[in-house]
């Protein structure tokens, strides 16, 4: 039993700084999936950008030679050291790179864009719903 | 401090101080550990955000805990319950063919392959289990095992 109350009281001591960073913690989840991730921007967004923008393909490369957006380049955590110089050598420093992957269910182009930062690679972004977001608007 | 208190000590030390690191790192970045979770698809976004924002404080406290043996008992208690969900969660994943990062440690370290985690994991139950079976026994509690 004693095992238990203490369980019970970290559990209960947890709870205190948990209400903390769900209202105040900076990189605090949204609450509702449709509001955007820290991070992730819209395509309408990006596309306001305009063509300064490099676009990174996270998808595989079989899903990337079938279609892509026009000049992305292919960059996944597969083939991560092969394609990664063939990033760098199309990157301007401080050129916006958005990077996207298939749909909103997929998380791979958040993992491509933290080791793009992880490489100083800045600023990065995800686009919202991926490939499926720019599809939908062709 | 005899051998077999010198090993408590150590399991003691290194599960708590692992649960205080991977409390830390998801705790900086709830956000991305919430992309972590949602990425085993098992519960709803809600879900997966509650537990972004509270799971890693469990574990810092419960990591601490075991580490000053304050509560101990009550922190391994938890920590035993966490590995097993973690495995449960990860072996699930293994079995929807679910290619992703464990998350186990935020994003500190690079992306864990999922048999790498079950792995650490494995080695950590063991750790918990030599405690728990030293303070089941009685004689020799995690509690005592600094005695002098």
């Known amino acids: 039993m004693t095992a238990v109350r203490q369980a019970l009281w970290i559990l209960l001591i947890a709870l205190l700084p948990a209400f903390f960073a769900s209202a105040f913690h900076p990189k605090r989840p949204a609450w509702s999936e449709d509001a955007l991730k820290p991070g992730e921007e819209r395509l309408g967004t990006v596309q306001s950008w305009g063509d300064s923008v490099l676009w990174v393909d996270a998808r595989s490369r079989k899903e990337f030679d079938t279609e892509h957006i026009p000049n992305a380049v292919l960059l996944n955590l597969e083939e991560w050291d092969q394609l990664f110089p063939a990033f760098l050598d199309r990157w301007q420093p401080n050129q916006k790179v958005v990077v996207y992957c298939s749909s909103l269910a997929c998380h791979m182009s958040e993992e491509v864009a933290d080791r793009l930062k992880r490489n100083s690679v800045e600023p990065v972004y995800v686009l919202k719903g991926g490939w499926e977001a720019w599809k939908s608007k062709q | ?148």
Do not use: H
């Open chain 2, 1 to 148: 401090m005899r051998f077999p208190d010198l090993a408590l000590t150590a399991c003691r030390v290194i599960l708590g101080g692992l649960f205080l690191i991977a409390g830390v790192t998801k705790a900086y970045d709830p956000a991305a550990f919430a992309t972590e979770i949602q990425n085993y698809q098992l519960l709803p976004w809600v879900g997966d955000v509650l537990l972004s924002l509270f799971l890693p404080w469990v574990e810092i406290f419960a990591g601490c805990a075991l580490f000053l043996k304050r509560f101990e008992r009550g922190a391994l208690l938890l920590i035993s319950a966490m590995l097993i969900a973690y495995s449960v969660a990860l072996i699930s994943a293994i079995v929807r063919g679910l290619n992703i990062d464990c998350g186990c440690f935020g994003r500190l370290i690079s992306p864990t392959g999922i048999a790498w985690a079950l792995a650490r994991n494995a080695g950590l139950m063991i750790l918990a289990g030599v405690l728990w079976i030293f303070w089941l026994r009685g004689s020799r509690a995690p509690r005592i095992a600094d005695s002098k």
